[in-house]
């Protein structure tokens, strides 16, 4: 019985000993999960944003263009750089650039896969950008893109964005999109 006994202890102590240092080599880990009373519901603030989105693809200077693909067809994709400004006239005051790309996703409907960030350069919101990422069905009078993710005022942004083509040039190409977002964030 005693040697039952030491041989338990013993093996005890081994685990235990083993468990300690395995605790210490894990204490650079992956990853943690705090919950901090200053991340509930009641520290999240909404915010409704309405801005015109300027995509120009023609002329000297465009902010659209097509990297792969052809324009308006399945698989073509434009890289852009589009001023968003405060009002639909383009000469109004600029708040900040969608940046970003877009790309027809489908081949039997009007359909582009956005993957945008809206980078802001006015007034509080100066330096924060938000990200969409979604399916936009351009030919609908009203579309809704997730708001997925955004920096700075919006960290931790999750929200949806309703875009609305308020004009587009069929000669051109240009278009003028307005934008409202509902985002919700810390």
């Known amino acids: 019985m005693p040697q039952i006994m030491a041989s338990f202890l013993t093996n005890t102590l081994l685990i235990t000993l083993t468990l300690f240092i395995l605790k210490l080599t894990n204490a650079n880990h992956f990853s943690e999960t705090n919950h ?3 991340s509930s519901a009641a520290m999240t603030t909404t915010t409704h944003l309405h801005f015109y989105f300027h995509d120009i693809v023609s002329g000297k200077n465009p902010t659209a263009v097509t990297v792969a693909g052809k324009r308006n067809k399945f698989g073509g994709t434009a890289m852009i750089d589009d001023p968003l400004t405060e009002g639909a006239d383009p000469a109004s005051k600029e708040v900040g650039k969608a940046q970003g790309m877009y790309a027809m996703s489908s081949q039997d409907l009007a359909s582009l896969l956005m993957v945008i960030n809206f980078a802001f350069s006015e007034g509080k919101y100066n330096g924060s950008t938000l990200s969409i990422l979604g399916r936009n069905r351009f030919l609908e009078r009203v579309r809704e893109m997730p708001v997925v993710g955004g920096t700075g005022v ?15 040039n069929v000669a051109s190409g240009d278009a003028v999109v307005e934008y409202n977002i509902y985002v919700m964030h810390h």
Do not use: E, I, N, V
Request: aromatic share 22%; hydrophobic share 35%.
């Open 36 to 38: 901090h009373p200053d």
């Open 154 to 168: 919006f960290r931790f942004a999750r929200g949806y964005a309703l875009a609305k083509t308020k004009s587009y």
